[in-house]
């Protein structure tokens, strides 16, 4: 099997995705990726982690109707082991394909994914446009307004921290502080050209 290093994981995203928004939601969820491995005890699977997170909607742009579906099939064609594949595919569980999330990297990114979304749609209205001020408690107004950033599935969110065995307020919190960690490097639009 082939592995993937984090600037070939960069170069087959932009091969799918053009779109800076597509672009920067997957440096977000890789970072944050990065960050959850780190801060919950699998440092030694940080990289492994980013590269599920970098990769996890590649095939949404083009073939957003087979969302979990094609990337299976793009990702076979190329060779990459199939713990990379089953962890991409099933943050799509019960939404666009039926593979659960097992491992606890699976569950975060299954309750990630979304709330990353959340997270930096409620950090564009506010004045400073960033997470390094925001509170739980406006975080948790934000989630619970139905009408703001109405795209982003709060079930999904929801169903993300109880797969993870964590209180709701719980996930926010350490998602809200992943944020914050890493937002420098979201900002860097050059960040993985670096590598």
């Known amino acids: 099997m082939i592995k993937i290093g984090k600037k070939q994981a960069w170069e087959l995203l932009k091969e799918y995705n053009k779109e800076s928004f ?10 944050c990726m990065k960050y959850f491995a780190e801060n919950e ?9 980013e590269i599920v997170g970098m990769l996890h909607d590649l095939d949404f742009e083009i073939y957003p109707d087979q969302h979990c579906i094609k990337v299976q099939e793009i990702l076979r064609e190329k060779g990459f082991d ?11 569980y019960g939404m666009c394909c039926d593979i659960e ?7 975060l ?14 950090a564009l209205m506010r ?5 390094q001020d925001m509170e739980l408690s406006s975080l948790k107004k934000k989630f619970k307004d139905k009408k703001f950033a109405a795209g982003c599935n709060r079930e999904t969110i929801e169903k993300g921290a109880e797969m993870l065995g964590w209180e709701l307020d719980a996930l926010l919190e350490r998602t809200l502080a992943a944020m914050r960690a890493c937002e420098d490097k979201i900002n860097n639009e050059k960040y993985y050209e670096m590598f």
């Open 41 to 49: 005890g699998f440092a030694d699977e940080a990289d492994f982690w």
């Open 127 to 131: 004045p400073s446009k960033s997470v």
């Open 22 to 31: 597509h672009l920067k939601h997957a440096q977000t969820v890789a970072l």
């Open 101 to 107: 999330p097992k491992s606890h990297m699976e569950k």
């Open 109 to 122: 990114l299954f309750a990630a994914d979304e709330l990353t979304g959340l997270i930096g749609a409620a």
């Open 82 to 92: 199939e713990k990379l594949i089953h962890a991409i595919a099933s943050h799509g």
